[in-house]
């Protein structure tokens, strides 16, 4: 039993700190920290600091231009650049498509598509769920008829994905369709990339309950997509969903993440007052901060097991279910007492002052600013990538066995 | 022992859902939340007209009402619509604090505030208060023709548009002191008087306001010089049964929003209400909103209670169990509606966002919590 | 709307008050606000009291010797005998089984039983659920088959009863047989009233985890039963049944008792010192008891507003489900806090203690003696009396009618 | 980073769970639990000749660990067992007082103790203490030929039993005061102890103490005189986590209990491990059983960290997690088991009422969050 890092990690800690020290520009950090809303520019010139550095692809093999981590190594990152107040990985050209064509695409796909995610030739987003499916992922219904003409083989795709986050800024997407009607559930869907250029393609906005643009829905009408874009074998996508869902989810949990927005709270809580003395000292608030920080503590320590168990050949199944119900409800109750710590203040909102260009009047305590977005924002966490129920129902499944 | 309402309120009641119903579907209301004005002209002065203003004033102040279950009334029915039109800053909060310690010539406005002709806004939050009502750093010093005020106040409800404030200033003691709290009446065209307004996260606006030496005659002093505060309390107290009483009404449309949702979306082939676990908490919020209901009730009845303990406790009981069940409300509508729920598009997103911020307006759970309990200690002692 | 009770209401409630000041003998109330055990002798004193008043059968017509009380009037009784710590009506004879004979019993039957009931000739249990069936109550597979002989027409039963509540003490049980066994599950059940002293009744005591008997066991191995004994029509037991679990839940959520008890919880909480000031104010422990004292003022209102509408001819439905719920959520957390209130001095615990002879050494504050006791015997209150996980099924039945 | 336990502990665990289920079934611990002795000689030599006791004592101390993670893998088992026998007060309590603050010839006794012929007992907690470290009412005087103590001591663990207490007392300063609390070693055969044992809720018996002029010789000083707080929270630091760790073995079964009813069970013709409400209990019970594994394992590894804060906000930030979580797998496998789970005859139940009073011993959870928060602020400052 040691819940330290080994020597080796410590050093390897110390230089990603370093990296962040001298390479994360000071304006994105701000941003972050502050909740502003971080413009398309701002995370490509992330990413591509982390590649020059060779860690945007932190999860693929070195023979893909990955930096060989370990499991610990890329925990330890996470924490560092969460502390840091790094923009986060725009995860779907990295971290999801990448994973997936390394293990089912061939070669021409592999070496045509993976350095562009990494120079960010390409900007990848996901066209998995859609409207009326919700966590019911297999339940596809956009098509793709496989057709044959001058131009070669290819599907005609036709249909409708949902909660499309940040489609509006990508040219690609990487889609489940339906290659075979006859076929049930699981079967007959297949995994198709697409040109968002191509004629038919159309991303509409959805706006969330807190006045941002983040989500879209994408509509496909007599989409050409060439044959060659077919990832794995043809109605056999499933197996790359499934692959793509259970894929690297050590740090579901977001340790680093509520680790971070902790500090930030601790900090507010000391300087906000209530009847005259540090909302930190009042009772009430102190202990729902003080039940929050053990359960993060907790938490982490949880991570950290089920991270062990990797290294030691292990496969996660229930716990990254836990980690993913207990992480959301951290983040949430955090920003939930980042809301009640701003007051009256948590009302006011002006949705341009988490632009940088703003430069309007400023309500309250600067905190106050994204506090209430931010609740209302994370309200998805519960609900995206899973839902918290559906979890539930994976973990007593597996218990038991009903 | 009786639980109906009078043949007037049933009344009142009806023709204002019935007019919400018609004149503030979600598209208008989206339209009208949004606006660079705040709130509607049009609906404030038909508001007027409907009697709904004058229903949250006693007889004795020209109105036809006043009492708990009248603004209880009034406001689960503005819940229902998600109104944003004054009627909380000027009727209920300016209104009350006139009502409550104004002379007869300073009463004399509150004909115009019935009317909705004159918008009165109170305020009294300071950037530092954070919910503490004795806590007030604004200062007016005695002049020689009147009096100077200088300070800050913090998210005055439609400030931008009204005519007329409350402002409480100390003229005697120490920040947080009970005595020495003073009331004025301040026009909005006073000299000195800064009032600078913005939207808020769940409809409608409000206002920062800066008093840079407001020279007031001494007519402005509103009731007794240091005896404020038991106006404000009064004043905040209807305020927080008219908030109750409004989650109340958003709790209503979120529960039947939710449970018709269950009852039609499908998921993994069957209907999503035939899940036992959501089942059991939709149970738990069925459950839930009838304790607010109560609590509701319980504040509406002691509103007028001659022990101001009594009164106090029972507004501070419902501000507490609002506070917690409008939350859970809120979230497990969300929740149970996923990612639909979460968009601009839905109405239940901007209940939850209502019944979330009530909570942030004239103290939250923890601070009525940590007053029920002190204003206990004083019953027991 | 008007909360007060009428001046014809408060007049009554002296008179109950009035009463109780007179009539009930201090040596029974002590022992109910110390948390003691009542003997059979305390319960059968304290009917007799209640009898020569004629107010034990307060949920009688008139014509069968109750007081024609209205729903408001039995829930003043109820609230004032709670707070003067008078000892619960023991509801089998009384409440329950009176009831089903006035509805369903002939005339025979309630010249014979009811009188029987009110002057304690007859000292009743209720023989309802089984083993393995628990809260599936028409899950009978007790069985009566009826029968000829020279004494006449009669049952023969076998089978057995779980959870009889003070079955030890009673002489007569009223059971739910199953005279049908073709028919299916609600059918084919009839409601039979049996004399344990008959050969072939055993009662086996069943120990709680607090270390009481209090419910018991009963066998039926060859029981004669004389058919005079059915009550209703035969095969048709299930209405009985249904009657009686639906018949005057107004007082289900039993207000008066947590009135009570959060009274006694005040009074320990001011005594009982914590960093040398009263636990009344340690913020934990304040903020605990505030928020239980809010359910209750709320879940009052809510209990009288449901006797309004009941006084109005509603039926109540999901409420009385409600009701229940909270009700045992709130006597449940009163008692959890009276543990906690006891420190260190909670987990000592002397069984005889709580009986009224005894004279032994008495280990902390006097409320000890029974805090835990009490706090683990309560756990039974959301598991029996239709659990409350069958009542959330109730209510989600009604409202989501899936 | 490693979460394996070393070999020797991995073969100390083994050796235990395998002798408590051969020798310690469910109806020898109640026999054990109800004796009118408290708990069982024979058993306890046992423990001592398997090497139990000597693996909470450090090797500096005549044992064989006497490390965090020891003192967790030893409780953790004797929490599967529900064991009754004095390895907390005698072993862990007061001998960690003697092993931190004792000198050479007070340290004899460990030898003792580790081999089970002596049993001490710690007498610190008071009838008004609530969990309260520095609150000390009895007192020690010095005489002409050394000490005498008056006062209380209140649920002392097996005191009946003992035949050594470890007891604190002021020797200075008001109740309350940090300084002026001193430690003493009082045999019970000393005159004017009155020593009165009486039975638990939850299995084995404590008694309480009175100290009626207690005269003892100068070598009954334990420690610096004054100076017997630091001792005192190293030995009930060892203790919170020894309860923590028990807790964690407790869980455990109860857990298997619940989730074996749930699959075995059936109801309305189905099992009820089928109802999805019931699912996601059980989903949550599991969730949180793994936060208070980590939590044990957090308070293990800072059990010997050189800073004072590290060391006690992670033993009271466990202590807060296992009441919590405690209460909560306590209270629904009961609920979850329906009737059945209430009945003395079910282990289920016994584990169900220990993991409560685990709650009640050495701080509960409202002691600890608060002290977790005072803590942290000194950490702050």
């Given amino acids: ?402 | 022992m009786n639980f109906e309402h009078t043949e007037e309120r049933r009344m009142l009641a009806d023709s204002l859902n019935r007019f919400i119903a018609e004149q503030y579907s979600f598209e208008a209301r989206d339209r009208i939340a949004q606006s660079a004005h705040g709130f509607s002209p049009e609906i404030w002065q038909q508001f007027a007209e409907l009697g709904v203003i004058g229903a949250l004033f006693r007889e004795t102040d020209g109105g036809f009402g006043g009492a708990g279950f009248d603004i209880a009334v009034v406001f689960e029915a503005l819940g229902r619509g998600l109104v944003v039109e004054p009627l909380l800053g000027s009727a209920v909060l300016a209104g009350e604090a006139i009502a409550a310690a104004g002379n007869d010539a300073q009463k004399a406005v509150l004909a115009d505030i019935i009317g909705g002709t004159t918008i009165a806004a109170f305020a009294h939050d300071e950037p530092d208060t954070h919910y503490e009502l004795a806590r007030v750093l604004t200062r007016a010093e005695r002049s020689a023709n009147g009096w100077v005020l200088n300070g800050a106040k913090a998210v005055v409800l439609q400030g931008e548009r009204a005519d007329l404030f409350v402002v409480s200033a100390r003229t005697a003691g120490a920040v947080g002191d009970e005595a020495g709290i003073s009331l004025f009446l301040v026009s909005s065209k006073a000299p000195g008087l800064v009032v600078r307004g913005c939207p808020t996260i769940d409809g409608g606006r409000v206002a920062e306001l800066s008093l840079n030496g407001v020279a007031l005659d001494p007519g402005a002093l509103l009731g007794v010089e240091g005896q404020g505060l038991a106006a404000l309390e009064r004043a905040i107290g209807r305020g927080v049964l008219a908030l109750c009483a409004e989650a109340l009404g958003a709790m209503e449309v979120a529960k039947a929003a939710t449970l018709d949702y269950l009852r039609t979306r499908k998921q993994f082939g069957v209907f999503i209400g035939s899940f036992q676990a959501l089942q059991h908490r939709m149970a738990d919020l069925l459950l839930e909103i009838e304790q607010a209901r109560s609590a509701v009730i319980n504040a509406a009845a002691a509103l007028d209670d001659a022990d101001r303990l009594t009164r106090e406790r029972a507004l501070s009981a419902a501000k507490v169990s609002i506070g917690r069940i409008g939350a859970l409300v809120a979230e497990e509508s969300i929740q149970m509606h996923g990612g639909i729920g979460m968009t601009w598009e839905l109405p239940l997103a901007h209940y939850a966002k209502r019944l979330i911020m009530i909570d942030h307006q004239l103290g939250d759970e923890d601070h009525h919590l940590q007053r029920f309990i002190a204003l206990g200690r004083q019953t027991a002692a």
């Fill in chain 1, 1 to 402: 039993m040691d819940l330290n890092f080994t020597p080796e990690e410590e050093i390897f800690r110390n230089e990603v700190r370093t990296f962040l020290a001298d390479k994360l520009p000071a304006r994105l950090s701000d941003k972050v920290a502050n909740g502003k809303h971080l413009s398309k520019a701002d995370m490509q010139e992330w990413h591509a600091i982390l590649n020059t550095r060779g860690w945007l692809a932190n999860h693929w093999p070195v023979a893909y231009g990955g930096p060989g981590w370990s499991a610990v190594e890329k925990f330890i990152f996470e924490h560092e650049c969460c502390l840091a107040s790094a923009p986060r990985i725009v995860p779907f050209g990295v971290n999801m498509l990448g994973p997936v064509l390394i293990k089912f695409g061939n070669e021409t796909q592999k070496r045509h598509w993976l350095p562009r995610i990494l120079d960010g030739s390409d900007w990848w987003c996901q066209g998995y769920s859609e409207t009326g499916a919700g966590s019911d992922l297999a339940a596809v219904s956009t098509t793709a008829l496989r057709g044959h003409d001058a131009q070669g083989d290819h599907y005609i795709v036709n249909g409708q994905k949902a909660w499309t986050t940040l489609g509006q800024h990508a040219n690609m997407i990487f889609c489940l369709v339906r290659t075979n009607r006859e076929a049930k559930k699981q079967e007959g869907i297949s995994f198709l990339l697409i040109d968002m250029t191509t004629p038919g393609v159309e991303v509409r906005p959805v706006i969330t309950l807190d006045g941002v643009h983040e989500v879209n829905e994408v509509f496909f009408t007599d989409v050409r997509v060439p044959a060659e874009n077919l990832v794995g074998e043809e109605d056999k996508g499933w197996t790359c969903a499934k692959y793509l869902l259970t894929y690297e989810r050590t740090n579901i949990a977001g340790v680093g993440l509520s680790v971070a927005a902790l500090q930030r709270l601790k900090r507010i809580a000391a300087q906000q007052m209530r009847n005259g003395r540090p909302l930190a000292e009042d009772p009430s608030f102190a202990a729902r901060m003080a039940r929050v920080e053990i359960d993060l503590e907790n938490m982490k320590t949880t991570n950290l097991r089920m991270i062990a168990a990797v290294v030691g050949g292990g496969v996660p199944g229930a716990e990254s279910s836990m980690l993913k119900i207990r992480g959301t409800q951290i983040r949430q109750e955090i920003s939930s007492l980042n809301r009640r710590a701003m007051g009256p203040y948590a009302r006011p909102f002006i949705t341009e002052a988490l632009e940088d260009d703003y430069t309007g009047m400023q309500v309250g305590p600067e905190a106050a600013a994204s506090a209430a977005a931010l609740y209302f924002n994370n309200r998805k966490l519960s609900i995206f990538g899973g839902s918290n129920e559906i979890q539930k129902n994976i973990i007593s499944k597996m218990i038991l066995g009903l």
